[in-house]
């Protein structure tokens, strides 16, 4: 299984927009980050997790030239927003499948109003299939994949486990029936987004003690703000499993 992170970044991205903060203003690669998501790739699929505001430049940049189907985490703008930049996709594939929470698939409907309606159809929208996900394993062609619940200060987000592989972004609170589910598993990618605490996010500290619990061989942190600091600094000081996640960074499990 391959996996691509396609964007490590939270919400406003890295450079934010306009900003003078000295990581907008590095030049290091690994500072710049698009808005979170991942292309996990087996066998001859490929799916994706979320489908955020950067997904055209970020399918582009990776050179993906299929999607088997779009897996969502929860449907913040920063997770759902490119939604519409599919359509290469469908015109060339036909319906492209979704999945997510019945809450998600409600939500994308009302944003996307045009690519859910059977009526009066605009002939240059994508059609999609949705799958509902709730909180049991499924299947993806051979593989099964066990959604892990958490929360996002108030609402409830998936993170996925794919094999030794699990993606977990957005998380505040995680319950250790949830948990037991990737204990001591193989990777293991987190969100951290800064060092002060915050509402809906862990902060760096409340990251690695969810890692500890875990126990994977390696953990990868992501959602990152720039307010978290250089990207070579902060891996400078992190324990010798858990390593920043960066933009384009492939990892092989
Ligand atoms: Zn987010």
């Given at each position: 299984m391959k996996i691509t992170f396609l964007g490590t970044g939270?919400?406003?991205?890295?450079?934010?927009?306009?900003s003078n903060h000295p990581v907008c203003l590095s030049?290091?690669?690994?500072d710049k980050r698009l808005r979170v998501s991942i292309l996990v790739a087996w066998d001859d699929y490929v799916y994706v997790v979320d489908c955020g505001p950067d997904f055209r430049y970020q399918m582009l940049r990776s050179g993906c030239?299929?999607?088997d189907g779009i897996l969502f985490t929860h449907e913040h703008s920063d997770h759902i927003?490119?939604?519409?930049?599919i359509r290469p996709y469908y015109f060339k594939q036909g319906d492209i499948s979704i999945y997510a929470h019945k809450r998600v698939l409600k939500a994308l409907k009302v944003k996307f109003d045009y690519i859910f309606?059977?009526?009066?159809?605009?002939?240059g929208a994508p059609t999609v299939i949705s799958n509902r996900v709730k909180n049991k394993p499924f299947k993806l062609h051979n593989l099964e994949v066990i959604p892990v619940n958490g929360k996002h200060n108030k609402l409830q987000v998936f993170g996925f486990k794919f094999g030794d592989f699990a993606y977990l972004t957005d998380m505040k609170t995680v319950k250790d029936k949830e948990i037991e589910k990737i204990k001591n598993i193989k990777v293991l990618v987190v969100n951290a987004l800064r060092i002060e605490p915050h509402h809906s996010h862990f902060n760096l500290d409340e990251a690695l003690s969810f890692i500890k619990k875990v126990n994977p061989e390696k953990a990868y942190l992501t959602?990152?703000?720039?307010?978290?600091?250089?990207h070579d600094e902060i891996e400078k000081k992190l324990p010798k499993n858990v390593f920043l996640a960066y933009d384009e960074l492939q990892i092989t499990i």
């Open positions: 939270t919400s406003q991205g890295i450079p934010v927009i306009g030049k290091n690669k690994k030239t299929k999607i927003m490119g939604l519409d930049d309606t059977t009526k009066n159809k605009y002939p959602h990152i703000s720039h307010t978290l600091g250089f």
